[in-house]
T-cell receptor, first 115, second 115 residues
Framework: EAQVTQNPRYLITVTGKKLTVTCSQN?????MSWYRQDPGLGLRQIYYSMNVEVTDKGDVPEGYKVSRKEKRNFPLILESPSPNQTSLYFCASSLLGTGVPYEQYFGPGTRLTVT | AQKITQTQPGMFVQEKEAVTLDCTYDTSDPSYGLFWYKQPSSGEMIFLIYQGSYDQQNATEGRYSLNFQKARKSANLVISASQLGDSAMYFCAMSWTGSARQLTFGSGTQLTVLP
C-alpha cells in the first residue's frame, strides 16, 4: 500500500530534550516536506527536500532541522524543543516533475506537546 | 506573494443537500495548481481534488467538483448530496512552479452536516 508513515503519532516531552520525528514514504517520491498545523493558521511549511541531500527552508524553519540521507526517509529534528513548538506535524511527499504540481500525500500526523 | 483565503470559518448543511466552500487565491505565477484536502476529526489529511491553472474544464471527483473561475481567482469546492461523513475541516491549498512544490494553505472551513 502506498503510504507515508510517521512516528511517533503522539509525543509529550519537556523543554530542551532533543527529539526526532521520523517520516518514511514507499512511493519513490523525490519531494518530501514537513508542515506544522496550528489552530486558525492552516498548515505552514517547515522544511522541504527535492531529493537526497537537497533540503531547504520553508516558511517557519526556526528551531527545526532535517536531513535527507535516503530517498524514502525525511526525519524532523528538534534539537531543543520549546513550548511554542507544541503542534500537529505532518510529513508529505510527492513526485517532482516539470509543469504543474503533483498532489502531495500526507502522513497521519504527529501530535507533539512540549511542556 | 502567494496567498489563499477561505472566508468561511464554519458552515452548516443539511444532509443530502449541496454545499459550496469558498476559496480565493492570489498569485502572479501563470502555472499553478489548486488542491482541496479534507481533515476529519481523526486528524489525517485526505486529498480530494486538484485543478491545474491551464485546465480548461472544472475538475470533478465523484461528489466533489471544483468551480474554477480563473479571472476571479477563485476555486470553490462543491460537495453534492452531503453525507454525515462529510463533516470535517476542509482546506484549500495552492502550489506553483516557482515554489519548489510548497503548498500554501488557507485557514480552513469547518463543515458540519446536519441529519
Amino acid at each position: 500500500e502506498a503510504q507515508v508513515t510517521q512516528n511517533p503519532r503522539y509525543l509529550i516531552t519537556v523543554t530542551g530534550k532533543k527529539l526526532t520525528v521520523t517520516c518514511s514514504q514507499n512511493m519513490n517520491h523525490e519531494y518530501m516536506s514537513w508542515y506544522r498545523q496550528d489552530p486558525g493558521l492552516g498548515l505552514r511549511q517547515i522544511y522541504y527536500s527535492m531529493n537526497v541531500e537537497v533540503t531547504d527552508k520553508g516558511d517557519v524553519p526556526e528551531g527545526y532541522k532535517v536531513s535527507r540521507k535516503e530517498k524514502r526517509n525525511f526525519p524532523l529534528i528538534l534539537e531543543s524543543p520549546s513550548p511554542n513548538q507544541t503542534s500537529l506535524y505532518f510529513c508529505a511527499s510527492s513526485l517532482l516533475g516539470t509543469g504543474v504540481p503533483y498532489e502531495q500525500y500526507f502522513g497521519p500526523g504527529t501530535r507533539l506537546t512540549v511542556t | 506573494a502567494q496567498k489563499i483565503t477561505q472566508t468561511q470559518p464554519g458552515m452548516f448543511v443539511q444532509e443530502k443537500e449541496a454545499v459550496t466552500l469558498d476559496c480565493t487565491y492570489d498569485t502572479s505565477d501563470p502555472s499553478y495548481g489548486l488542491f482541496w484536502y479534507k481533515q476529519p476529526s481523526s486528524g489525517e489529511m485526505i486529498f480530494l481534488i486538484y485543478q491545474g491553472s491551464y485546465d480548461q474544464q472544472n475538475a470533478t471527483e465523484g461528489r466533489y467538483s471544483l468551480n474554477f473561475q480563473k479571472a476571479r481567482k477563485s476555486a470553490n469546492l462543491v460537495i453534492s448530496a452531503s453525507q454525515l461523513g462529510d463533516s470535517a475541516m476542509y482546506f484549500c491549498a495552492m502550489s506553483w512552479t516557482g515554489s519548489a512544490r510548497q503548498l500554501t494553505f488557507g485557514s480552513g472551513t469547518q463543515l458540519t452536516v446536519l441529519p
